[in-house]
Structures are given as C-alpha cells and as structure tokens.
C-alpha cells in the first residue's frame, strides 16, 4: 500500500538538534533555560510584541490568559463557536460560563454582526463578559477592526486565539497581536511543532510576567514555599523550546509551502460548480494551515462525509470542519447567538465543509492524486 497522504505533520527544519544539544550539553533539562527565554525572545520579535511567555499547551496558554484578565466563577466568556474544544475548555475550568458567537461568511470567524448583539444583550442585563475569545480558523484572520473597536467600545478584553494563525497577518499586523493577550499552539499537527507547546504573548511585560509566576505555581518571594494564590504547572521545557527555536526558523517556508498547496487545490476545482475554497478576507494574508473547502449540496451528490470515506479508502486523510461549541453535548445549555435570524453560518460550514491534506512534506505528485480522485468523484 502508498503511503498515507497526511493532513498536517510535523515537518523538522534539522536545526532543532543542535539546540537540544545545546540544553543537554549545558544540562538545562528543566522548564526554564537559555532555549525557552530565545524562543519567547524570537517568538516574540517575529510577531511583533513586547513579551512572550512559553506554556507547555496553547490550551494552557488560554487559561493562563482567562485568569489573569480576571475571569472567575460564574462570569461569561463569549467565544467563537466554530472552533477546536481546547478554545473553550478553560472557561470551564475557571467555572465561568461561555456564550458562543457564530461565524460570518468571509472569514469564517466571529460574527461582528452576532457579537454587537450579545454585547448589547449583555449590557443591558448588566452582565458584560469578562472576555471575549476570538479564533482565527485555519489560518485565516477574524475581522479585527470590527471586533476591537466593539470590545473597546463595551471595555471587554479580547484574547486571540491564534493556534492556527501563527504566521498570518491582518492589514500587514501579525495574527496573534491584535487582542490583549494572544495564544499560539505547537502541538504536532500545526504550522510548527515543538511536540506539543504553546505561547502566550501581550504588549503587556507586567501580565506576561505575572503568567510566568502563575505557570510556576504561583510561588511566593520567600526562602520557604510559600503560596498566597493558586497556580498552575504550565511551563515549557528547555528541550521542548529547543525544538520551537529550530522550527521558527522555517515558520516564513512553512506558509509558503502551506500557500501553494492550497492554490494547487484552489486551481484544481476552479471549475466544479458547487466547490468554493475557505475566502481569504481583502487585507488579509493566511498562513493556509489546512486548505478547506466547501461542497454545496444542492450542486454536488455526494455528501462531504462519503467524499471523505472515498478518501480514506485511498489512504489520504481528510477531515471535517471542527463541529460549532454551541451543537455539542458539553456546552447544550450555553446560550448561542447566530449571525441572521435565518441562517446559522457555522452550522453551514460544518455540514458542507472538508479540511484536505495540507501536509507540507507533501510532494506535487502526492497533492494530484488527491486532486484527481476528488475531480473524478465529482
Ligand atoms: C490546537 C488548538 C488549540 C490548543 O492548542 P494545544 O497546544 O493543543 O493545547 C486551541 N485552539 C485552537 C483553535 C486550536 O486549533
């Protein structure tokens, strides 16, 4: 059998050995060291913020931000509902309750339209959300004005969960820097990979060092241990950040190579009525992380989940469009606010929509026979 076409995999630069040398050399195996304080360095330089603090998950990065804009039990969180999990779980484990918003066409992201309903609604019962989490789909950035001017105007934080946005930008600004704090992720299927990691990063040094402390378990200045809040074991390795450093070196590579994938694709199908490739909003640059495209139902008759199938009996992994927060069983009773009283967007993009290998270790080859087995099942 060929081997499997793969939808994302960790793909080395070969410089990340000569920094986990580096640590074994210096025996800096710990969660701190030269490697973590040059990967927030470099991290934060290349993005384009004053610091950066290294966490061993973008979820962990997520709850270290809820936490220090001050997120307790039994406030809200808005959020994005079209989203992985992990954008949501740390609401939960702060006992606050999310409020999802659906997404807008163009970017697939948050609605500005849905979300300056919520915040009107909440407003007027007196309850704003402590935060607001906004998620940058596959790469492609949210609308930023829009949503930083409707959080400014009600005083609401926003934090940007940038997992998959790591290498995009939005009017010529990194993705990642637009809220008050930004979260990035390096678990091994996304852009770069440290085998599992995260980054959070903010203008503000005071909060960043403050989540440093808070991901040390919160220990106090004193020759004993001494504790006065609760904290968290949330650090990233020296080894772990050695492999970071290696792979930012290619992250600018990586997005290329991710870009031309998906113009391959967008090439491809150009002409098959009923497939549209995810938009990229004018002003707006993706880093591409998974090409995904819709399959409109009434154009196409074979549904995105038999594709997939057919995809999968060839040894090519596809997947579908995460499924919205607001449809899944853990968040049933949360309260959901669509972009149009007719039309639910995320719902949309959930039942028509398929993620295709976006491998970069893909070759050309590799890529067309995943093109052609789509253009001849439609
Ligand atoms: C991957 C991902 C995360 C979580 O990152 P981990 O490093 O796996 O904890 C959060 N949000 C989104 C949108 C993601 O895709």
Sequence with gaps: MSKRILLSSPHMSGTEQKYIQEAFYTNWIAPLGANVDGFERELAEYVGVKAASAT????????????????????????STLTFIASANPILYLGAKPVFIDSEPTTWNMSPQALATALQEAATAGKLPKAVIVVNLYGQSARMDEIMQLCNQYDVPVIEDAAESLGSSYKGRKSGTFGHFGIYSFNGNKIITTSGGGMLVSDDETLIARSRFLATQARDAAKHYQHSVVGYNYRM??????????????????????????????????????????????????????????????????????????????????????????????????????????????????ATGVCLPSDSKMTVEEQQKVIDLIVKTL
């Design 56 to 79: 061993s998950s973008g979820t962990g990065a997520i709850h270290l931000a809820l936490d220090l804009v001050g997120v307790k039990a039994g406030d809200t969180v808005f959020c």
């Design 237 to 350: 390795s020296n080894i772990v950040a050695g492999i970071g450093r290696g792979q930012l070196e290619v992250l600018d590579e990586r997005v290329a190579q991710k870009r031309a994938i998906f113009e391959r694709y967008a090439a491809a199908f150009n002409e098959i009525d009923g497939i549209d490739m995810m938009p990229e909003l004018e002003g707006t640059f993706s880093n591409r992380w998974l090409s995904t495209m819709t399959m409109d139902p009434k154009k196409i008759s074979i549904s995105p989940y038999a594709l997939m199938d057919l995809l999968n009996e060839a040894n090519i992994e596809s997947r579908p469009v995460w499924k919205p927060l607001h449809m899944q069983p853990l968040f049933e009773d949360c309260t959901f606010y669509p972009h149009a009283a007719d039309g639910v967007v995320s719902e949309r993009l959930f």
